[in-house]
């Protein structure tokens, strides 16, 4: 059974610095991951998916990267703004017939 | 089109009453998932549907949650009789891909006391 773990559970920066969210799955044989945001009270918001085949994604300031061999993905957030203050979560598909599996996310706080 | 609807948003009943959770997915999406997320659990699927057929029904925790799909614009989760522990926030998603390009609706927050 695909189990995906992100850390650290919460983290708060300074605004303007570089950060790093880290997901890791147990089961290297992905289809895709994606990477979610969540704020206070609404669903989720697609960022980024990366295809198996892929190594990253970028968007704007935000780039994710896929490592299937060592089962880890990180979201690279660049000069951190207040406004990226929310819960980032990540999912992975098993396959392209099977739903995602999410992570319990990474709750950041960016301090103006 | 408006998104993933659910309602209500929130919702506070006593234990052993009856609970009825709503969502209209975005028209001509194929899939509709529920999840249910808690802090200790995070965001678990609960049942999926695909053109109205349940799918995958494994992760409804016991025979108090049913989900019904009775045409593409209309499903229901509903919990009989409802307990303290399924105190959560519901998630409806709806895509056309089972494995990519989720809308999530806003969620109803369920707290049962």
């Known amino acids: 059974k695909q189990e995906v773990t992100q850390i650290p559970a919460a983290l708060s920066v300074p605004e303007g610095e570089n950060l790093v969210l880290n997901c890791s799955f147990t089961d290297s044989a992905i289809y895709n991951l994606q990477w979610f945001r969540q704020d206070p009270g609404k669903g989720l918001t697609s960022l980024l998916l990366i295809q198996s085949s892929q190594r990253e994604q970028t968007s704007g300031r935000l780039n994710a990267s896929l490592d299937k061999s060592s089962g880890r993905s990180t979201l690279y957030i660049a000069a951190s703004q207040p406004g990226d203050s929310a819960t980032y979560l990540c999912?992975?598909?098993?396959?392209?017939?099977?739903?995602?599996?999410f992570g319990k996310g990474t709750r950041l706080s960016v301090i103006a | 089109d408006a998104g993933v609807i659910q309602s209500p948003r929130h919702e506070v009943t006593e234990m052993g009453q009856e609970v009825t959770l709503r969502c209209k997915p975005i028209s001509g999406h194929d899939y509709l998932f529920w999840y249910r997320q808690t802090m200790m659990r995070g965001l678990e699927l609960l049942i999926y549907f695909n053109n109205n057929v349940p799918i995958d029904d494994s992760g409804m925790p016991e025979d108090r949650f049913s989900a019904k799909m009775p045409n593409a614009s209309f499903s229901t989760l509903k919990i009989q009789p409802s307990e303290p522990r399924d105190s959560a926030v519901y998630f409806c998603?709806?895509?056309?891909?089972?494995?990519?390009?989720?809308?999530f609706g806003s969620g109803t927050r369920l707290t049962v006391v």
């Open positions: 998603a709806s895509s056309l891909d089972n494995s990519r390009g989720y809308t």
């Open positions: 999912a992975v598909a098993n396959s392209g017939n099977t739903p995602l599996v």
